[in-house]
């Protein structure tokens, strides 16, 4: 092996390069360098984030490291090797039928495959269509995985899913090229998902992730999720392939390496390891249980980015218990949302501290909660197991299963004898007793645990090296990379009581009478080996049934007895934070009185983007005005229809003559009742057992897809649709009284159908001789449809919607149901004054305007146009213009929203915001900061960030000139996975088009 081992990790958004020098004991620690990941515009490359790197190790440390630096290729004496999760890692959008059976096993097989799960699609997941597929396009996933139905089981809601996706059209990150999809789903409906996704996506089909309701089967899709992400997804991180060309050995994902770090400390400790990385945006938690590793992400709880997500998701309950009584809550709120807005700003105050340790400690156990959900089953201990098994012990803790049906083995939280724990917020507390309470409170162990923290986050390098010498990995894991912090002792019990007495610790110069209820600190600040004795009460317990044992140790002790009803106890540990120190103001920490987006004038293009296909009113070339109307969504999507060819027992079509016999081809309109079949020659054996020579459609529609193999024709519908009231004669078609009608009804008034639904059916041994008649040439597979298996035409006369539209009416006495077509479409507007630049597949417009272009922090609200109205000092002028958007120059507040709301403004722009005012008015907290669809009447964006800010006097200058000024505001923001500011469009009178 080469003196120099350079091991970079290509994170998301820091790049960290370790160097290893050899000498006469060895390698050791040389060097460690962080810089910005470089995949973002301007700089779309990472090898220029790994040379800055590299440039600052040669400054520190006077070796030279690259023999060519413009083509940044090792020195001789260099051996380079790589981790990578550039991008955010490998992102993947998950797709399953139900959000508790496919769904949640497509996530733990893309959880084991060391993935982020963007979101995750399910028919029951509580979201429209519209809203589903609008969702979809707005996310890049590296690779989609889809799942659903068991084998044998459902296919028509898996192809909806799939319409939808299909429609929703989403685009990979870095690349143009179509986004792999994995559709490990039920396997009958392969032929199907191929039809209908294989032209837009690189469509792969493997087994089925979970086969029936008992059983998992992950390995599969797994190995091909990582055979994608090696050979395709990491591939588009910007200069991958130039680093790929440099390093001494294959690149792996870093989730992968710090998999292999934890295996290490399993086998040089032999101990099962629980580990947590919580970094801005994602929280990952890694552990490894009877020699199996697992890994999930939580996506969305981070102390950064997805601060204000974790604040959402636990509440003001829980800092407002644990901080100083005299807190101010809005400088603690604001000071929240600003650093989700200012992600790179540090804390200034041991204040700061602590509300980021309380946050962060609510986000490691939010986190250690998804990892044991999403990986192991837990129970009570069983009357019968209580038989079987006599320890104390186990009636009294939770038991975990792991979920591979194969694997009925147990284990407690308690198995896991050491705990690690990464990050920016870990690695810089104030003193390492802080960092010993937040990650033993962030996860919770039971029992006896020893606790690390990894100082730098050096795991992923160890794990990469240990796969070219796990010798030197695991003494450099051990000894430079990981620090002990202390043992966490949390006794176990079935019923807990403030004030019992849980255990006795002894030892040199102390004895502790340990009670239910408290935490204790012991930190003796001695190099000195202390021997402890620790013998537990009545009812208590640690790591087994022992109600005594000695720990030999110079580490601190944390003991924690709390239990969820306890009395607030955290004051006893204010002194770790040296809370009297001066608080800064928001403006110390934030860049908050300075102007974030400065104004630019110029020709800009303004893009205007459908959720999918619809009508375009517009020509390139038109000239267009802020009101106009340039497309529509007339509709909801188009549904897909399926009709299966060889389950017409009548007809005796199979693939031999499946394609002399079809009269139809791909992209053709047919009408309902069209011949699409035709048998022109039939065996004499045929035609004795009645084989029928053609077949007619039970729709109208385009033929989306042909697949002969399985016999099946994808319509899609054409949505061509009269307002005009259809009515149906049900009582008649079905040979009932009308006041009987009801009990025959698959709809009620006011659902909303679609042409080929199933509106009512009557068993043919119910109906009339008339109606007995009758077979009904409507029945046909559709997706979606619950009753779609009642329609069958030798039991059933059934009644199929002959059009789309809400049921109006069920006339009870005529025996009617009248459908009418009554969907108020989805209108866009140009916005600006300008001129349409280009139509892409009716589904983009871009308009070029003259202008000025500016953007906010943070918006929320949709888009709207309007007039500026500057407003000093935040008055309401008497006579408001058409429209009229203000532009405050003081925060605003709820009252003020309030106000202007009843003046029925278009939309306001204001420097500042308290979080609390911002919460009440949109009725919610903002969470992972993805805005723009909030249920409010009109667009605020926000200039500055949270608290109490003037306009900076610059902009104060710039909107006073613009008064009058046509305006568009855009509130949408993303903060994460590829920034989004909400825009603002001004055009004065002289700038219009």
């Known amino acids: ?53 590299v440039n600052i190790l040669e400054q520190n440390t006077g070796i030279t490291l690259w023999q060519d630096k413009e083509n940044s290729i090792p020195a001789e004496n260099v051996s380079l090797y790589c981790t990578s999760s550039a991008g955010g890692g490998l992102q993947i959008l998950v797709i399953g039928l139900t959000t508790f059976d496919s769904a949640a096993s497509g996530k733990r097989c893309a959880f084991g495959a ?84 294989k032209k837009r996506f690189q469509l792969h089909l493997v087994e089925n992730v979970r086969p029936n309701m008992t059983k998992e089967n992950h390995t599969p899709a797994r190995n091909l999720i990582h055979e994608l992400f090696m050979n395709y997804v990491m591939e588009q991180a910007p200069g991958y392939e130039q680093v790929l060309s440099r390093v001494a050995d294959d690149i792996i994902p870093t989730p992968l390496a710090v998999l292999k770090a934890i295996e290490l400390l399993h086998q040089e400790k032999s101990g099962d390891v629980m580990m947590v990385d919580i970094g801005g945006a994602t929280t990952d938690v890694f552990s490894n249980m009877h020699s199996e590793f697992y890994r999930t992400v939580s996506a969305n709880y981070g102390m950064s980015y997805s ?90 803790v939770d038991k975990f299963y792991f979920k591979e049906s194969n694997r009925k083995e147990r284990f407690f939280l308690h198995d896991y004898h050491y705990a690690i724990g990464a990050g920016g917020v870990i690695s810089h507390t104030q003193n390492p007793q802080q960092a010993l309470m937040l990650i033993a409170d962030g996860l919770q162990m039971q029992g006896l645990t020893l606790i690390f923290r990894d100082r730098d986050f050096t795991s992923p390098h160890l794990g990469k090296l240990s796969q070219i010498d796990a010798t030197l990995a695991a003494d450099l894991l051990i000894h430079e990379c990981l620090q002990e912090l202390g043992w966490h002792i949390r006794p176990q ?39 402890y004795t620790i013998e537990l009460a009545r009812g208590f317990r640690l790591n087994d049934d022992a109600i ?117 081809k791909e992209g053709e309109i047919i009408k309902m009742g069209q011949k699409i079949v035709d048998r022109k020659k039939l065996s004499l054996k045929e035609q004795m057992q009645g084989i029928a020579h053609t077949f007619d459609s039970p729709l109208r529609g385009i033929v989306e897809n042909i697949n002969f193999d399985a016999g099946t024709i994808i319509l899609r519908e054409v949505q061509d649709y009269s307002e005009k009231p259809v009515k149906v004669k049900i009582s008649d078609r079905l040979g009932i009284k009308p006041a009987k009608m009801k009990g025959y009804l698959k709809v009620n008034e006011g659902d909303f159908v679609y042409s080929g639904d199933l509106i009512a059916a009557i068993r043919l041994d119910r109906a009339n001789t008339a109606a007995s008649s ?46 009418r077509y009554d969907r108020k479409p989805l209108s866009h507007y140009a916005g600006v004054w300008g001129v349409i630049n280009s139509i892409k597949n009716a589904l983009e417009i871009e308009i070029n305007y003259e202008g000025w272009f500016l953007q906010g922090i943070i918006g929320f609200g949709a888009a709207t146009p309007g007039t500026l109205v500057f407003c000093p000092q935040n008055v309401l002028p008497d006579n408001l213009s058409d429209n009229p958007v203000l532009l405050l120059t003081k925060p605003v507040d709820f009252a003020f929203l309030k106000e202007a709301e009843n003046a029925r403004v278009a939309g306001i722009i204001a420097p500042s915001i308290h979080y609390r005012d911002l919460k009440k008015y949109i009725n919610d907290d903002i969470g992972v900061a993805l805005t723009g669809n909030e249920n409010i009447p009109f667009p605020l964006i926000l200039m500055q960030g949270f608290g109490e800010y003037d306009l900076p006097p610059e902009m104060l200058t710039f909107f006073q000139s613009m008064n009058g000024a046509s305006t568009f505001i855009d509130g949408h923001t993303q903060i994460r996975a590829g920034v989004t500011r909400p825009q603002i469009i001004l055009q004065p009178q002289t700038e219009k088009i």
């Open 548 to 664: 005594s044992l000695t720990l030999k140790t110079k580490l601190p002790l944390y003991i924690d007895t709390t239990f969820p009803d306890a009395d607030n106890i955290l004051t006893d540990f204010h002194e770790l934070y040296e809370l009297k120190d001066k608080i800064p103001a928001l403006e110390e920490i934030f860049p908050l009185a300075m102007p974030h987006f400065l104004p630019q004038k110029g020709s800009f293009q303004r893009l205007v983007t459908l959720p999918y296909s619809g009508e375009i009113m517009v020509a390139e070339g038109d000239s267009v005005n802020p009101d106009m109307i340039i497309a529509e969504n007339r509709s909801d999507p188009p549904k897909l229809y399926i009709i299966t060819l060889f389950d017409r027992y009548n007809l005796g079509l199979n693939r031999e003559n499946i394609k002399e016999s079809l009269l139809v």
């Open 114 to 197: 060391g993935a982020v799960i963007l979101d995750t699609f399910a028919i029951n997941d509580k979201r429209s269509a519209v809203q589903q597929m609008k969702a979809m396009a707005r996310l890049h996933p590296d690779l989609i995985l889809m799942t659903g139905g068991t084998d044998g089981g459902a296919i028509a809601p898996v192809v909806r899913l799939a319409e939808l996706l299909q429609f929703a059209n989403p685009r990979a990150k870095f690349s143009t090229a179509p986004i792999p999809l994995i559709f490990a789903g039920n396997i009958e409906a392969q032929p199907l998902i191929k039809g209908i996704l």
């Open 1 to 53: 092996m080469k003196d120099l081992i350079l091991i970079i990790d290509i994170g998301s958004t820091t790049t960290k390069a370790l160097l290893l020098k050899k000498d006469s004991n060895g390698f050791h620690n040389h060097a460690l360098v962080h810089t910005a990941t470089t995949v973002e515009k301007p700089l779309e490359d990472v090898i220029i984030g790994i040379n800055n790197a």
């Open 774 to 819: 009758m077979l009904d040439k409507m029945n046909i597979d559709k997706s979606p449809g619950a009753d779609s298996e009642n329609t069958d035409s030798l039991k059933y006369n059934s009644i199929i919607a002959p059009a789309t539209g809400t049921i109006e009416n069920i006339d009870l006495i005529k025996g009617t149901l009248t459908i």
């Open 307 to 396: 601060i204000s997500n974790v604040f959402k998701d636990t509440g003001w309950e829980i800092l407002s218990r644990e901080l100083p009584p005299d807190c101010d809550a809005d400088y603690v709120q604001d000071y929240i949302a600003d650093k989700m807005l200012f992600p790179t700003c540090n804390p200034q105050a041991s204040l700061h501290f602590l509300i980021e340790h309380i946050l962060a400690r609510a986000a490691l156990l939010l986190a250690r909660n998804q990892h044991l959900e999403m990986n192991f089953n837990s129970d009570r201990l069983g009357f019968l197991d209580k038989l079987v098994d006599h320890k104390n012990i186990e009636s009294i």
């Open 493 to 531: 019990t079935s019923k807990w009581k403030a004030g019992t007495k849980v255990m006795r610790l002894t030892a040199q110069n102390i004895d502790l009478q340990v009670v239910a209820g408290r935490k204790y600190l012991l930190d003796q600040a001695t190099d000195a080996e202390l021997e």
